[in-house]
C-alpha cells in the first residue's frame, strides 16, 4: 500500500513540471486545396513580427510553450511557410513576391467559462507587390478544470487555431491580391504622396508612407552613424549591410530581412542568429531592432529604434 501511494505521488509531481507544449505543425487539406486552387508559386515568406506583448504563462504552471524552441509568433510564421511548400507554391529562393506579417494581437484563456479556453490570434500580412490585408482568428476548445489538463489542452488548440488562421487568409479574395505578380515601378510611382514642404520637416512617415518608401530603395547613402559604411536595400524585403569593425577595418558584410508593420509605422530589420553570433560586435545586434523612420528633409531618413538609444540615416534618391 506504501509502494503504491509513493507512486502516486511521484506520478502527480512529475505531470505537476512537464511544460505544456504545442506540437509541430501539421498542413491542413483544406488550407491545401485551396492554395493549389490559386494556381500561383513563387512566394517567399518573410520574417513575422511579435505583438507588443503577449503573456505565455498558463496559471501556475508557467509558460506555454512551442515544438523546436520556436516562439509562437514563429510557429505562425512557417505555418504559413508549410503549407506554401506542400501546396508547391513556395519558393526558399528568388521569390517572385515575399509576405511577411504582424502579429498585432496574442491572447489565450484556459479558464472561459471555468472549463474552456479560447485563442485570439489577429494577423497583417503584407506583400512585397505593395498589398496587405488583415485576419482575424478566435478559437473557442474544452479545456478542463484542472491546470494540468487545461494548460495542456491550451498548448494543443494554439496548433488549431492556427490552422483557421492560415486558412482564412488563403481563402480570402484579398489574398490573391498579396501573392499577385509585383506591381510595375511606374505604377507605383502613381501612388507615392505628394511631395511634403520642406518647412513640415522632420516629420513621421505614415504607415502607407512607410511601405511606398521602403519598396522604392536600392543603396542608400549612409550618413550616419560612420561605422556603418553601406546599406543596400533588396528585392523580396531583404537588406545588406557593410559594418566597420575593429576586427577588420574593409568592413564585414551581413545581410538580413527586414518586415514592415503600417498599423504601428514600424520597420524591423532582422540578421539571422548565426550571423549574430559571429563575433562581428555592435553592427548584428543593433541593426535586429524595429524603426520608425523620420524624413528629415527632401531626401534624407532618420530611424530611431523604440528605445530610442539606436539611430541611423540616409539619403535616398
Not at 498542413?27 to 512566394?43: C, Q, T
Not at 538580413?256 to 503600417?262: D, E, L, N, Q, V
Request: glycine residues 8%.
Amino acid at each position: 500500500m506504501r509502494n503504491i501511494t509513493m507512486c502516486l505521488v511521484i506520478s502527480v509531481f512529475l505531470s505537476g513540471c512537464e511544460t505544456p507544449t504545442t506540437q509541430r505543425y501539421s498542413i491542413l487539406a483544406d488550407n491545401n486545396v485551396a492554395i493549389k486552387a490559386l494556381s500561383v508559386s513563387g512566394i517567399g515568406i518573410g520574417y513575422f513580427t511579435g505583438p507588443p506583448s503577449f503573456d505565455a504563462n498558463c496559471r501556475a504552471l508557467g509558460p506555454l510553450a512551442v515544438a523546436d524552441n520556436l516562439t509562437h509568433t514563429q510557429y505562425i510564421q512557417k505555418a504559413f511557410e508549410d503549407e506554401l511548400k506542400v501546396a508547391g507554391a513556395f519558393a526558399q529562393m528568388s521569390p517572385r513576391v515575399t509576405l511577411t506579417g504582424y502579429v498585432s494581437r496574442l491572447e489565450f484563456s484556459s479558464s472561459r467559462g471555468l472549463t474552456g479556453g479560447s485563442w485570439t490570434i489577429d494577423l497583417v500580412l503584407t506583400s512585397s507587390n505593395g498589398s496587405r490585408m488583415n485576419v482575424t482568428e478566435y478559437y473557442e476548445f474544452a479545456s478542463g478544470f484542472v491546470a494540468n489538463e487545461a494548460c495542456r489542452q491550451t498548448a494543443n488548440a494554439f496548433s488549431r487555431a492556427v490552422q483557421n488562421l492560415v486558412g482564412k487568409a488563403v481563402r480570402s479574395p484579398d489574398f490573391a491580391g498579396l501573392v499577385a505578380a509585383t506591381v510595375a515601378p511606374a505604377r507605383r510611382q502613381e501612388t507615392l504622396p505628394p511631395p511634403v514642404a520642406a518647412s513640415r520637416y522632420p516629420r513621421l512617415l505614415t504607415g502607407q508612407e512607410l511601405l511606398t518608401h521602403l519598396q522604392s530603395l536600392k543603396e542608400v547613402q549612409v550618413k550616419a552613424p560612420p561605422e556603418l559604411m553601406s546599406m543596400t536595400f533588396q528585392v523580396g524585403n531583404r537588406f545588406e549591410i557593410l559594418y566597420w569593425t575593429a576586427r577588420d577595418a574593409s568592413g564585414v558584410r551581413q545581410g538580413g530581412t527586414y518586415s514592415i508593420a503600417p498599423d504601428q509605422n514600424l520597420v524591423c530589420f532582422r540578421i539571422p542568429a548565426e550571423l549574430r553570433a559571429g563575433g562581428f560586435g555592435v553592427g548584428s545586434e543593433w541593426m535586429s531592432d524595429c524603426f520608425r523612420v523620420s524624413q528629415t528633409d527632401e531626401k534624407t531618413y532618420s530611424l530611431k529604434n523604440l528605445k530610442g538609444d539606436y539611430s541611423f540615416s540616409y539619403a535616398a534618391w
